[in-house]
């Protein structure tokens, strides 16, 4: 397994940026599928966006899609969320997560695929 740390969170206004990083370690993080999954108050666990081992596939909630790119830098063993157009529904805990056993092209959405998991970032946007 890998160990995941979150950072980036904060208050914003709506309308605008954060970027939150996912530093992971451990072996292979080459061989992870990563996700970004976010908890507000309240409400479950929800899928927000993931990334294939090299980047090449990426899928999104339809709640993000066009506000938010996830990417990775495997080098650097970490993953990223850019977070635009920011609005208060994204106010909550997000959650890096690592899936070590789909393959290389999956962008895995369950939340039951991931089994190991950051401790979450708040990220709070003010309206």
């Not at 090449?56 to 993953?79: E, H, L, P, Q, W």
Request: glycine content about 10%.
């Amino acid at each position: 397994q890998v160990q995941l740390v979150e950072s980036g969170g904060g208050l914003v206004q709506a309308g605008g940026s954060l970027r939150l990083s996912c530093a992971a370690s451990g072996h292979s993080f080459s061989s992870y599928v990563m996700g970004w999954f976010r908890q507000a108050p309240g409400s479950e666990r929800e899928f927000v966006a993931a990334i294939s081992w090299t980047g090449s596939s990426t899928r999104y909630a339809r709640s993000v899609k066009g506000r938010f790119t996830i990417s990775r830098d495997n080098a650097k063993n970490t993953v990223y969320l850019q977070m635009n157009s920011l609005i208060p529904e994204d106010t909550a805990v997000y959650y890096c997560a690592a899936d070590r056993d789909s393959g290389p092209f999956y962008a895995t959405s369950a939340e039951l695929e991931y089994d190991s998991w950051g401790q979450g970032t708040q990220v709070t946007v003010s309206s």
